[in-house]
């Protein structure tokens, strides 16, 4: 709801609504067990997303309850998980509630409605929103509005699914679509990088029709604000709803490539493109990079995808309070994480690279 884009800085509520009476009245009403399993899927989010976002529960007590119940049934991921085990994790789920909180879990969608409404205008004032508004010169006084809407669901089945994309590459600032798709999930599992994606040029063998009218819909949105877009959309039952799109933020090699090619298109004229760089990312063009003659006689411990352009080196961390400290001790460090989250914002700006387990080049 900020007039200014702040990706990943504002707090986000999913599945609002649902409680016991709601769940069991969706499942009598489709017979089909793959539903159930949705139900209690979007059930399960829903509490471990309210209690963390709304009352400041650790996402980590639910995740460990997702891990040993995973463990115990043998599951590698989530989607292993079925409709009773997804229901247990529910129950399990309102018991750590009420032992972190010392209440139930609220069951009125009033009330979860108006405790979500006041947590995200909080978010407006978290540390991490006040640090992103401060590196980028947004006042603080603008506020922000809350956005209530219905909800659209890509864990519905194998047919749906949630992606996050640029209508060019953030990276080098080529002409093509750049962005990650996953199967039966939602917006949360792309961007927290909970589940490692699938690059979006797969999502065209898998939902034809929808990836066909999803690069039509990305012209029309980058010749409308005549600028690079980055978009979060989903994929409910073949169909396809677009979430959001915003401006996407670019390397300074992207920016200078993609509004001299705007230019060469009759996109923007220059002076458009002159102001569509920005200076203070211009110094970014200096990042050290590996020598290539070293880097083909040296024998790689590991790959992963490069989401950003650029080398480092340092000591590794695992905490970004850990990433901040060292860094005040004048101590390069690389933050490692199992994902990144919103609440690092502070340790990766510290940290000269981030290196995660799980997520893709978008999360």
């Not at 489709?30 to 399960?44: A, G, H, L, M, T």
């Not at 000591?315 to 199992?338: G, H, P, Q, T």
């Amino acid at each position: 709801g900020a007039r200014a884009s702040m990706p990943g800085m504002m707090d986000t509520i999913l599945n609002l609504g649902l409680n016991d009476e709601v769940v069991a009245a969706m499942i009598a009403g489709n017979p089909d067990p793959k539903f159930e399993r949705f139900v209690y899927d979007s059930y399960r989010r829903f509490i471990q997303m309210f209690s963390d976002v709304v009352m400041e529960v650790g996402k980590k007590y639910f995740e460990e309850l997702i891990d040993k119940m995973k463990e115990e049934k043998g599951a590698k991921s989530d989607l292993d998980l079925t409709a009773a085990d997804l229901k247990e994790l529910g129950r399990q789920f309102k018991e750590e509630y009420k032992k972190q909180v010392g209440e139930e879990f609220p069951s009125d969608p009033k009330v979860q409605l108006y405790e979500a409404i006041r947590a995200v205008f909080r978010s407006w004032d978290n540390p991490r929103a006040n640090v992103y508004r401060r590196d980028n010169e947004i006042p603080y006084s603008w506020g922000t509005a809350v956005n209530v809407m219905p909800m659209v669901f890509g864990n519905l089945n194998d047919n749906s699914g949630t992606g996050v994309a640029f209508t060019r590459n953030p990276a080098t600032g080529e002409k093509v679509l750049f962005g990650e798709f996953l199967v039966n999930a939602q917006g949360e599992d792309v961007v927290a990088g909970v589940r490692t994606p699938m690059p979006i040029s797969q999502m065209a063998e898998q939902f034809p029709d929808a990836f066909a009218q999803f690069q039509e819909v990305c012209k029309t949105l980058e010749n409308h604000y005549r600028d690079m877009q980055d978009m979060e959309f989903t994929v409910e039952n073949g169909k396809l709803y677009m979430l959001q799109t915003r401006n996407g933020k670019r390397t300074a090699q992207a920016a200078l490539k993609i509004a001299c090619d705007m230019v060469d298109e009759g996109m923007i004229d220059e002076k458009q493109a002159v102001l569509m760089i920005d200076p203070r990312t211009l110094d970014t063009l200096l990042h050290p990079q590996f020598d290539e003659s070293a880097l083909k006689a040296a024998t790689p411990i590991g790959k992963g995808l490069g989401a950003s352009p650029g080398a480092a080196c340092g000591k590794i961390v695992f905490s970004a309070e850990d990433a901040k400290e060292w860094n005040e001790r004048k101590e390069k460090v690389i933050l490692v994480r199992l994902e990144t989250s919103p609440e690092d914002i502070e340790g990766m700006k510290a940290a000269q690279g981030i290196l995660t387990v799980r997520g893709g080049m978008t999360s």
